[in-house]
């Protein structure tokens, strides 16, 4: 009875510290930096767990440190320990009760209740008002195009893609794989994958197929801001992978349309 | 192999093998192994700077495949008449060859990406186009060209360059202007990640006797 | 020696110009060389010639491999070995009882695991370097070991399929399972020697086949070979189709044999409530492969149609996401190949080395077998972030409950140490340590298995983190334990406790700080397969992979450790740990016959009430402990 109180009190101490050191984890932000409602539900559902789980994790890690300085082997040849059990169906019954118990609310929350939430997000009649933006994926580019403002391949002054957003704004990324200047080649598309780090979502892009992500900005930053504000190819997609990156910047309403009057000029110009 | 007759005339293999044979036979694998592995590249470099000083007179096949050139280094000598004989032996990218040096660039997150030669070799240079199937595009810049058969696909902006389509063919057929020196080939498509990919070569064109 | 070989000297004798054997391995080479170029000129020069194709084509290298391996099997020893005798030839094939007898066929169950736990260690090696140039690459966020990212993606090619095909599903199963099974069950052979002599060569032939890979040409498409990418890389992806293919065969043909084995050559009074814990994951295991790996096989061949000829199965006018789909459904199972013998390891030492009988032996082998189950249902979790969102939920739902029977391995660990007599020595720490990364590993995989946590960080450094937890923390962590513990029983000798001791404490800490901070380069943006990347990851992923060359050089240093000791190692008795398992109730090392006579069990072999053994002592032999 007595190692069962020892270890009890040192699992609580344990847990409580862990739980000190998480809670000061979650709230320098676990995703590090975030820009949008997704990223946010995302931080949320991870906080969950980890706070739900360090007791657990705290459980298994004190009992294996206390097994080993409390019944640790003194002598120097093996000899059999005097205390021999089968079983103990009081404790095996609360592990596999809370394991079962633990999981299942683990299901019904974060998993379900955030996959509501996302799945919601993306119902129709919540999204009439959304920016719109293609984004096709070649091997090795990012292309955005904004079809509600004829916009083809926004770009900066290098002529390399850019991807300029609103804030407080759903957006909805229309996302495919295909190469727009090669289209006879069946074997230029594979898979790509759409990530934002900021945003805290990303979604696989098919050849042949199209996709949809949604996201509702919440933060005016850019990728000068955190870095973290970037399109980042997040399937490996060939040798330029590593290259397929483009700065994002998140920018006010009005910053918003001074950049698309000037990405509409600089297309007149161009054509 | 060899076989033993035992007492019962039996036929037996002596397998009593050597350790000296194994280690020695293991260890020349593994060296082959590691140097074809790592420094094949390197090693093909050092035989033909010794061997491969002859100027290529005529047809040089140029074969392209993901994401290099076969072969990967020519000699020319100024005034010969030669022919670059390109084929696209991939079944699934599309290829350019730019010859020319220096480069032009743009910046990335990542350090500036090279786009293209600064020196295009074909500028002013009499080419006469011919055999051309499956070309994605063909860019002349200030290339003097004519055509033979079927013309292809023609396009603008940047070095001349030919693109072939997978399985595609085009023959150059030029006299080695004077321009002697080191030259560079190499193919910047999709988005001048092929050149990154290592897909490049070198051109040596000596002075004319 | 037989008399076969006293025959042979006298004939020698009087024959002065009998020439000695090849040996085996180098035949091997030499008729691999053989059957490659006169194949490989056959399709290439004359039933498939085109014009101005190279001398090596897609088409060619592929049947050219095929009759290179063939080649090289036939030659270490099957031609004589197994398919003369089959053909109803004597069979002529005598192995020398020393040192070369582990670098030739052999039928003996004891060579054959050395065999394949030296091959893995070899893989282990070579992949372990590539990580190592891996991480040299990532000190900067530039190209600068590799000239280009197709050399990094390769390597990263490379060193996954190595370390997953030749170490993760070979080692603990292959190497100690073909080793140790038949020790544990009281038997004197495997069911299949023949077959399982065969199939230790093609894991070589395996390992050899990926590294030589980027040779044809540098593929991208890390150890997925994952489609549509896959149709469009150079050639050197057909080598990663045909060296997985060979080392899939090779574990394949273990997992027949073993579960034969545990079948039906258990010793008399073996009942299956007796079955050793190794065993019964073993088992598992086995029946894992046995299901799983005929799946890949078969995708495997189906992507090598799709790259030698080619089709375009997943191209976009295909199925793209088909191939990905058939990966996982197998690649899941794979991952509890590779961790399932690592818990039946931890039931299988700590009652040993606490010298207290297993806790809650039934929940073990339901948390074993429940695993194996479970292992189906949950893959589409590698998919998350392309699949459709009504399959999210129940894959979700799996994945979280995988967790349940995984915990019952923690379980019957911890409620075995409970009170126990624990010797803290190197295979202990070695198994506490590989609980503790797994649960790491485990935490981790419950918010991988949470949809909305996944779309952010999959395909970063989290995951990578998550599953180098999983595969090394757990089972390349419990390799050292079953190494150490096992240490006595392979070598006859006895490791050094101090050093045994330093080098996991070396490790432990140098993995922990390589690998718990992929979690947070993860979560800050580093996504996978990049060579280059922003110059704010730069300053983490500089002091990772300082760790990473520690870790490196721990590994070589645990290795080093085992080498000497093998050697110089001072004699073990035969029972150091007074283990009440059979493979103890022998001599160690187990002469050629493990048992003599076949032992009769007469209890269970994990309780240690008393100091019974739980064999009948034979009459002729004592028992040594």
């Known amino acids: 009875m007595g190692d069962i109180l020892a270890f009890t009190l040192v699992w609580i101490l344990v847990s409580a510290l862990g739980e000190i050191g998480i809670q000061s984890l979650i709230h320098h932000g676990v995703y590090y930096y975030t820009a949008t409602t997704q990223a946010l539900d995302g931080e949320a559902a991870f906080a969950f767990i980890i706070t739900v789980l360090t007791p657990v994790f705290a459980f298994i890690v004190v009992m294996i440190g206390y097994d080993m300085i409390r019944f640790r082997s003194r002598e120097p040849g093996m000899r059999p320990s005097p205390r021999q059990f089968y079983n103990n169906k009081v404790f095996v019954s609360i592990w596999i009760l809370v394991s079962i118990a633990l999981n299942l609310l683990f299901f019904v929350h974060p998993t379900a209740s955030a996959v509501e939430q996302m799945f919601n997000s993306e119902k129709e009649r919540y999204n009439r008002h959304d920016l719109i933006i293609n984004v096709t994926a070649r091997q090795w580019q990012w292309l955005f195009d904004y079809p509600q403002y004829n916009i083809t391949q926004a770009q900066d002054a290098n002529g390399n893609s850019i991807l300029y957003l609103p804030v407080d704004r759903t957006v909805r990324f229309v996302l495919r794989s295909y190469d727009p200047m090669h289209m006879y080649d069946p074997y230029a598309g594979v898979i790509h994958s759409f990530w934002i780090p900021a945003f805290g979502v990303k979604q696989d892009i098919i050849p042949g197929e199209t996709r949809y992500m949604y996201v509702h900005t919440n933060k005016v930053t850019s990728y000068n801001v955190d870095p973290m504000v970037r399109v980042q190819c997040a399937e490996v997609c060939g040798p330029g992978h590593p290259f397929m990156e483009a700065p994002v910047h998140v920018v006010s309403n009005v910053d918003f349309m001074n950049w698309i009057k000037q990405q509409q000029k600089l297309q007149a110009g161009q054509s | ?209 | 020696m037989s008399s076969v070989v006293s025959d042979m000297h006298g004939a020698r004798s009087e024959h002065a110009r009998v020439k000695r054997m090849l040996p085996p391995v180098v035949r091997g080479l030499l008729w691999a060389l053989i059957g490659f170029l006169v194949m490989n000129t056959l399709v290439s020069e004359v039933f498939d010639r085109m014009p101005y194709h190279p001398f090596i084509t897609r088409a060619s290298v592929t049947l050219g491999w095929v009759a290179a391996v063939g080649g090289w099997i036939l030659g270490v020893g099957a031609w004589e070995g197994a398919v003369k005798p089959y053909l109803g030839y004597p069979e002529e094939w005598v192995v020398p009882q020393d040192w070369r007898k582990y670098f030739m066929y052999s039928t003996d169950h004891k060579v054959i695991g050395l065999q394949y736990i030296f091959s893995s260690l070899g893989g282990f090696l070579i992949a372990g370097f590539a990580a190592m140039l891996m991480r040299l690459e990532l000190m900067k966020g530039q190209m600068w070991i590799f000239n280009n990212p197709g050399a990094y993606l390769s390597t990263v090619g490379v060193h996954g399929t190595v370390m997953m095909f030749s170490v993760g599903t070979v080692a603990l199963v292959g190497g100690f399972g073909n080793y140790f099974i038949p020790l544990m069950i009281g038997a004197n052979s495997t069911s299949f020697p023949r077959m399982s002599g065969v199939s230790q060569w093609l894991v070589p032939a395996g390992i050899a086949t990926v590294v030589i890979s980027p040779v044809l040409g540098q593929w991208t498409t890390g150890w997925r070979g994952y489609e549509p990418l896959a149709g469009q890389d150079p050639a050197g992806i057909l080598f990663y189709y045909l060296g997985v293919f060979a080392l899939t065969t090779s574990s394949l043909l273990v997992a027949i044999n073993l579960t034969a084995t545990i079948l039906f050559k258990r010793a008399p009074g073996l009942t299956w409530n007796r079955i050793p814990m190794y065993a019964w994951g073993i088992l598992a295991v086995s029946l894992l492969n046995l299901i799983w790996l005929p799946e890949i096989q078969m995708t495997f061949v189906m992507a090598l149609l799709n790259a030698v000829i080619p089709l375009p199965y997943f191209a976009q006018i295909g199925s793209p996401l088909t191939y990905m789909e058939m990966f996982w459904l197998f690649g899941h199972p794979e991952v509890y190949i590779i961790v399932v013998p690592a818990f039946a390891l931890w039931q299988e030492i700590l009652p040993v080395m606490g010298q207290k009988s297993l806790f809650a032996r039934q929940w073990g082998i339901i948390g074993l077998v429940f695993v194996m189950i479970l292992s189906g249902l949950v893959w589409a979790h590698h998919m998350f972030t392309n699949m459709r969102n009504s399959q999210m939920l129940p894959f979700s739902f799996f994945t979280e409950m995988i967790s349940i029977p995984t915990g019952f391995a923690y379980l019957v660990s911890l409620g075995t140490m409970w009170r126990a007599n624990l010797k803290l020595n190197t295979p202990t720490l070695y198994t506490l340590m590989s609980m503790f990364n797994f649960l790491i590993g485990g935490v981790t995989g419950v918010l991988l298995a949470d949809p909305v946590v996944n779309l952010q960080v999959h395909d970063s450094f989290f995951v990578v983190a998550h599953f180098h937890y999983t595969v090394i923390g757990a089972m390349v962590f419990s390799w050292f334990a079953a190494f150490f513990y096992w240490f006595p029983k392979l070598s006859g000798r006895m490791y050094n406790e101090f050093w045994g001791k330093v080098g996991a404490i070396w490790v432990f800490i140098a993995f922990n700080m390589t690998f718990g901070q992929f979690f947070f380069l993860g979560l800050h943006g580093m996504n996978r397969w990049v060579p280059v990347y922003p110059s704010y990851l730069e300053p983490m992923n500089f002091e990772v992979s300082l760790f990473a060359f520690l870790l490196g050089l721990g590994f070589v240093f645990n290795f080093l450790h085992i080498a000497w000791m093998w050697n110089k190692g001072p004699v073990a008795k035969d029972n150091p740990w007074q283990a009440k398992t059979l493979e103890w109730q022998t001599a160690s090392p187990p002469g050629e016959q493990n048992f003599d006579p076949i032992p009769k069990v007469i209890s269970g072999f994990y309780d240690y009430r008393d100091q019974r053994l739980p064999i009948r002592n034979s009459p002729q032999k004592e028992p040594t402990s």
């Open chain 2, 1 to 209: 192999m060899s076989k033993t007759v035992d007492s019962e005339g039996r036929f037996h293999r002596d397998t009593d093998w050597q350790p000296g044979v194994f280690f020695g036979v293991l260890a020349l694998v593994l060296l082959i192994g590691v140097a074809v592995l790592f420094g094949r590249f390197w090693i093909a470099g050092i035989f033909q700077k010794a061997f491969d000083r002859v100027p290529t007179q005529g047809t040089v096949h140029v074969f392209q495949f993901d994401y290099a050139y076969e072969p990967r280094h020519i000699t020319w000598r100024v005034g010969d008449r030669v022919t670059i004989a390109l084929r696209n032996m991939s079944d699934t990218h599309w290829h350019e060859m730019v010859i020319g040096r220096g480069y032009d660039t743009v910046p990335s997150a990542f350090g500036a990406i090279a786009t293209q030669f600064k020196t295009d070799f074909w500028d002013g240079v009499p080419v006469r186009i011919s055999n051309a199937h499956h070309v994605d595009n063909l860019v002349l810049n200030k290339a003097r060209a004519t055509f033979v058969g079927s013309k292809p696909n023609l396009a603008t902006g940047g070095d001349f360059s030919p693109t072939l389509q997978p399985g595609g063919s085009i023959n150059l057929t030029f006299t080695v202007p004077n321009k002697p020196g080191e030259w560079q080939y190499g193919c910047f498509v999709q988005q001048y990640m092929h050149y990154v990919a290592g897909m490049n070569g070198t051109i040596t064109i000596l002075p004319a006797k």
